[in-house]
């Protein structure tokens, strides 16, 4: 039988529109930050030999301080979600978290394009791994708390599809205005003032989503009676949570690598300037905000685990085909990235628009098992998992850099990225053949007899 407290807590009520631009707000946050992030921050410390930049870390350097940077940060992911489920405050159990970690997150975002040092030194290492240190705590801080958010807000499916699809085209915006404005202010007016600039909306209006998080659940519906480590052994001992974690493991690194692997592909594949990075990363979240109404049709009229696996295996063909851009004359160069990329791009909108929604019916699934509503666990989870794939995409991009090359001269391993993004997605379609929850929680207890 159904869970009481879900019932009892949520709201029938159709969703406004406002309501949900405004609890999305954060999402368009985070993706300014992350996709600059990921677009410029190694370019930057370690650019190409033949670039005329000042390099301040060497590559594998780099790769070494963002993946043991977000293998710790992946360790708060879940604590934050078990302390945000099991805190009780006039605020709620999410919006203090978000309060308190927004400003820090844009504060550590400004000082990571501010190294101490001229040139390779020891001191820019420890200063960036502190600095990412209190990023990627701040970026959890508000994370996971803010996904907790979607459960509550509504028990219907459609309603819940609906939120997260406009959330990723919300987020997707945000991308945009990371990916589409990083590369001519980094070009232009340096990394600190594109910091501050594109940072500073990032603050804004991940403050203004404040305005749109509505907690349904009291203080007397925080769970109780499971310890932190006794919570995740009950979670991670699940299969069907084993099996999406392991595909967002490795379906959803390939998104770091691309953005990675951009600028170095512009500059030394396509032989164009380091702005131009910014037309292609443009173009790729612009289609994934374009496909987010597809996304939501599809995730309406079939199955989510399907949808998945049928964007799995579009992104397997899209990134293959990325490996052949540059190969042949016969097309100018940038207009066969223009040309390929999309077909990588259009299907990872639906990727993180079905991601978000199947994490609300992992948390009812997990009521249906245990009886308590866990919501912050499972977006810690989440992130976790993506956080780890982050860590995979940094040492991976190192090292096939430094197997291949990265030189003008010998850009093979810019080449070869697009393989392993290929590689990666298989494996994760294989991870999630066991999955096999229902799109509600009657389809669920069905199909799992409980």
């Given amino acids: 039988m159904r869970h009481a407290s879900q019932s009892d807590s949520t709201s029938d009520k159709p969703l ?11 999402g368009f946050s985070l993706n300014a930050y992350d996709t600059i992030l990921y677009a410029w921050l190694i370019y930057f410390f370690a650019p190409p030999v033949d670039s005329g930049r000042q390099g301040y870390i060497t590559i594998g350097a780099v790769g070494v301080i963002l993946a043991f940077g977000r293998i710790l940060d992946a360790v708060s992911d879940p604590l934050i979600g078990y302390l945000s489920d099991h805190t009780r ?23 990571i394009w ?38 509550e807000m509504s028990p219907d499916n459609d309603q819940r599809v609906k ?37 500073g909306v990032g603050f804004v209006t991940g403050e203004i989503s404040l305005l749109g998080i509505k907690e349904n659940r009291t203080a007397g519906d925080v769970p ?18 084993l099996s999406f974690s392991v595909m967002i493991l490795f379906v959803q690194l390939t998104y770091q690598l691309m953005l990675m692997n951009v600028p170095y592909m512009t500059t030394l594949i396509l032989g164009r300037r380091e702005a131009d990075a910014s037309i292609l990363v443009g173009e790729v979240i612009i289609l994934m905000a374009l496909s987010a109404p597809l996304a939501f049709w599809l995730l309406r009229k079939y199955r989510k685990r399907a949808v998945f696996r ?7 063909a899209g990134f293959a085909a990325s ?19 999309p077909l990588a791009a259009i299907p990872m909108g639906g990727m993180f628009a079905a991601s978000v929604s199947v994490i609300a019916d992992l948390t009812d699934y997990d009521e249906l098992k245990y009886g308590k509503r866990r919501e912050a666990i499972y977006y810690g989870i989440y992130g976790t998992v993506r956080k780890s794939g982050w ?28 393989i392993v993004c290929a590689a990666s997605c298989l494996v994760g379609l294989i991870a999630f053949i066991p999955f096999r929850l229902g799109d509600s929680q009657a389809e669920t207890r069905e199909i799992m007899d409980l």
């Fill in 16 to 26: 406004s529109l406002a309501h949900i631009l405004l609890y999305n707000l954060a």
């Fill in 89 to 111: 405050s006039r605020w709620g159990r999410r919006k203090p978290y978000i309060f308190v970690s927004t400003p820090l997150l844009f504060l550590a975002f400004l000082a």
């Fill in 114 to 151: 501010s190294p101490p040092v001229d040139g390779i030194s020891l001191i820019n290492c420890v200063y960036l791994a502190a600095v990412l240190f209190v990023y990627y705590w701040a970026y959890t801080g508000v994370l996971v708390p803010w996904f907790a958010v979607l459960p």
């Fill in 163 to 199: 939120t997260a699809s406009v959330g990723v085209a919300i987020g997707i915006m945000g991308a945009l205005l990371g990916g589409g404005l990083s590369g001519p202010l980094f070009e232009y007016m340096g990394p600190v003032s594109m910091a501050l600039l594109l940072g």
């Fill in 224 to 241: 109780s009676g499971s310890g932190f480590a006794r919570t995740l052994k009950e979670v991670f001992s699940d299969r069907q949570v």
């Fill in 310 to 316: 049928g964007v799995i295996i579009a992104m397997i």
């Fill in 323 to 341: 490996f052949f851009i540059g190969t042949t004359d016969v097309v100018p160069v940038f207009a066969q990235a223009l040309v390929i990329f």
């Fill in 391 to 418: 860590a995979l995409s940094s040492l991976i991009l190192a090292a096939v850099y430094d197997a291949f090359g990265y030189s003008a001269e010998n850009p093979l391993g810019v080449r070869i990225i697009w």
